[in-house]
């Protein structure tokens, strides 16, 4: 067992054979006359690490609903014992953490790299000793664990090859055998589902298809059972708010025709299915609003719920990155902004997941970064950290890794994550001619693998940015903004032959920003945001809206005195 750190460990310089720069391969380490790259900087992490409030449904009570109930629903997520769902989240630090209405919060122990997503899967052996609980690691692999307390969980599987999934998440029992089964969506849209075994080496059956064209909906919440068939359903809501629900069939491959069953749901970031948490015997959602304040519904059947009820004693839980069992498409790699003065000195702004930033922090020496060629891109290795690179005297540093020589060409670089669908961080950047390059990179980030020619023609952007999925497909994207003020999207696909899809028009007027950075997520919904700075300093934040067609939401103004830096990365 071993937890996750907040910060990256210091890389070792001497990449293998494997880095390519642009056009010469690495041999070995920079020699003894090449210039010293400067320190590598550290992103400290101010966002709340654990929630400052409680989550506390109905005050702990189980209320409405009980008279009469035939029985309560088992919880995919009790950690505590008291027959309840509990919270079970990833925080901005990286570290995962469970809260229960009994206890304070504990930190949950999980092995391997960086969690990118929780899928809690409930008592899966039968043996009353806690549930099990799938984590999903930003390289696709996806791990089991069983006999799960508030700090304890046994490891009991793990497979590679669910980063072809950009959602996956349970919807409760749907064979009728008593064990919750698992519901994975590709970004074509195609949903296929596990089916549970109760074996540990082998926890499901071979995936089959249940549908096509799911990519209309930026959420997928596992309900547990709330039509009393006593299978397992689940919700779906669209990028506009409309909450729909799709009931059991019997078959695990077939759903019920979907229901409406809400609508306004957008206001919320997160949505999570608790099972039954006022007893009963119907599946209840937590809701997280954009301030951080959680909201209890309490189902009444059929995917229908009664008025919402606050569930928390403040709005401290827009720290959690990632709620386990929650609908959206986790965010990963880089979530906030390096800022450099005039005068050199770096600052980083973590956000504070509500759509703001912390205070700044300064994070290099006075002056220690005036006149370096920076870029900032999403997490290159295993960690969540994005990474600061560097060309210096015509070698790319990230940190204490030197990629080796042949960047002098390189004017723009843009790292918005996975490019090739293997899960490690990539970066793509334009030569000076206009050709724009993808570099993969190894599972370390201490290495580029050869690079891939992207297309010509880029130099007519002035300025080429990304950090996560812009279109909601759960695929990482780039933005490109003309001299003449048109930005564009550029889609991924997941593949490295060809990466982006074609060019779609956006919107226009942005030549008015001097400034444009991607700073990830800072909204708390998984979608990829962009920041805008005018010619004032005034800040705007353009949510992300998880639509090809519009993918941001009008600006909001978050901010004031950017005025005093030269770049933001």
């Given at each position: 067992m071993f937890f996750l750190h907040s910060k990256r460990a210091r890389r070792v310089a001497g990449c293998t054979a494997l880095a390519l720069s642009a056009g010469m391969l690495l041999a070995g380490p920079a020699s003894a006359d090449s210039p010293a790259p400067r320190p590598a900087v550290e992103k400290p992490v101010t966002a709340p690490s654990v929630p400052s409030g409680r989550f506390l449904p109905q005050d702990g009570a189980r209320s409405a609903g009980t008279a009469g109930a035939t029985a309560t629903l088992p919880s995919r997520a009790d950690f505590d014992g008291d027959g309840r769902t509990d919270l079970v989240y990833r925080t901005g630090n990286g570290s995962v953490w469970t809260s229960s209405t009994s206890s304070e919060p504990s930190e949950f122990p999980v092995s391997g790299e960086f969690v990118k997503d929780i899928v809690p899967i409930g008592d899966q052996d039968g043996n009353g000793s806690g549930p099990e609980v799938l984590t999903l690691s930003k390289f696709g692999h996806l791990a089991l664990y069983g006999d799960a307390t508030t700090s304890y969980a046994s490891h009991r599987w793990s497979g590679a090859g669910w980063q072809i999934y950009n959602k996956i998440f349970s919807p409760g029992d749907l064979s009728g055998d008593g064990r919750a089964d698992v519901l994975a969506r590709t970004p074509a849209g195609e949903l296929y589902v596990y089916v549970s075994t109760g074996v540990y080496g082998s926890p499901f059956h071979a995936r089959k298809l249940?549908?096509?064209?799911?990519?209309?909906?930026?959420?997928l919440i596992g309900l547990g059972d709330s039509d009393?068939?006593?299978?397992?359903?689940?919700l779906a809501r669209t990028p506009g708010g409309v909450l729909y629900f799709y009931g059991s069939t019997g078959n695990p491959q077939t759903v019920k025709a979907r229901t409406q069953v809400g609508y306004g749901w957008q206001e919320y970031n997160q949505?999570?299915?608790?099972d039954d948490d006022n007893g009963n015997g119907i599946g209840d959602v937590v809701a997280r609003g954009s301030d951080g304040t959680l909201w209890i519904y309490y189902g009444t059947g059929g995917g229908r719920f009664t008025a919402r009820k606050q569930a928390s004693s403040g709005g401290g839980w827009a720290g959690v990155a990632q709620f386990g069992g929650a609908g959206n498409v986790p965010a990963h790699g880089k979530e906030g902004l390096v800022a450099r003065t005039k005068a050199g000195t770096l600052f980083w702004y973590s956000p504070l997941g509500n759509g703001k930033l912390a205070p700044r922090e300064q994070i290099s020496s006075d002056g220690g970064w005036a006149g370096a060629n920076l870029f900032e891109v999403n997490s290159l290795g295993r960690d969540?950290?994005?990474?600061?690179?560097?060309?210096?005297?015509?070698?790319?540093y990230g940190?204490?890794?030197?990629?080796?020589?042949?960047?002098?060409?390189?004017?723009?670089?843009?790292?918005?994550g996975d490019l090739n669908g293997d899960g490690t961080g990539d970066f793509v950047a334009r030569d000076r001619s206009g050709v724009l390059w993808l570099y993969r990179s190894n599972y370390d980030g201490t290495a580029l693998h050869a690079r891939v020619k992207v297309g010509s023609g880029w130099g007519a952007y002035d300025r080429i940015v990304g950090s996560g999925d812009f279109s909601g497909d759960g695929l990482n994207d780039l933005v490109a903004r003309a001299k003449d003020g048109t930005l564009y999207l550029y889609q991924g696909t997941g593949q490295a032959g060809y990466p982006f899809k074609a060019r779609v028009k956006i919107g226009g007027g942005w030549n008015v920003y001097p400034k444009i950075v991607a700073p990830g997520d800072i909204t708390g919904d998984g979608k990829a945001d962009l920041l805008a700075v005018n010619s004032g300093g005034e800040l705007f934040r353009y949510s992300g809206t998880g639509e090809a067609g519009v993918p941001f939401k009008p600006r909001v103004s978050i901010g004031t005195g950017y005025q005093i830096y030269n770049g933001l990365y």
């Open positions: 249940v549908g096509k064209g799911w990519t209309i909906y930026d959420q009393g068939d006593g299978r397992g359903d689940f949505i999570v299915g608790i969540r950290v994005s990474d600061t690179l560097e060309i210096w005297d015509g070698h790319l940190g204490d890794t030197d990629f080796g020589g042949g960047w002098s060409g390189i004017n723009q670089i843009a790292g918005p």
